[in-house]
């Protein structure tokens, strides 16, 4: 069971770790609160947080790319003013300069995810004599070369799991 207390205390971090990367919660405060339930039910349930607007699997592994924040946030920010949830909006939206348009459905479906992961090249076609692997956030698309990927993403704070080879 959620308590009171712990949305209180997820909306607080969230908005601390928004505000920090340069994201913005949505300002509808009962919505906001009604999403941060659905996450925590969610940990609850699987043991993160995947997206209360998305159908998890219950395999961390498969769920990567719909742990909040997701890894389509930042496109649906871009595009259409507010993330598919609508937990993470623009400075716009906030201020009420704009309104969000409906974001639409961009995760591919089971079977696309499948193969895209088997047809995943790494490191095809990469300059070979770098010194290190390049790794890429996956929500965010922070860089870095380094032998094994950071355990926290310095930018939006996933966990290394959020990492892929990119170079």
Do not use: H
């Amino acid at each position: 069971m959620v308590s009171d207390e712990d949305v209180d205390r997820l909306v607080q971090d969230l908005a601390r770790e928004a505000e920090a990367g340069g994201y913005r919660l949505n300002p509808d405060r009962v919505f906001t609160r009604a999403l941060v339930r659905g996450l925590l039910s969610n940990r609850e349930r699987y043991g993160y947080i995947s997206c209360p607007c998305r159908l998890a699997s219950g395999n961390r592994e498969d769920d990567l790319d719909i742990i909040c924040p997701c890894d389509y946030r930042d496109l649906d920010l871009t595009e259409y003013g507010a993330c598919y949830c609508g937990l993470y909006v623009t400075a716009d939206v906030e201020a009420g300069v704009r309104t969000a348009a409906p974001v639409p459905e961009r995760r591919p479906s089971p079977a696309e995810r499948r193969q895209k992961k088997e047809e995943r090249p790494g490191t095809v076609g990469a300059p070979r004599d770098l010194k290190y692997p390049v790794w890429r956030c996956r929500v965010c698309g922070y860089l870095c070369a380094r032998g094994e990927p950071p355990d926290t993403c310095p930018i939006c704070r996933v966990s290394r799991d959020r990492f892929e080879r990119f170079v």
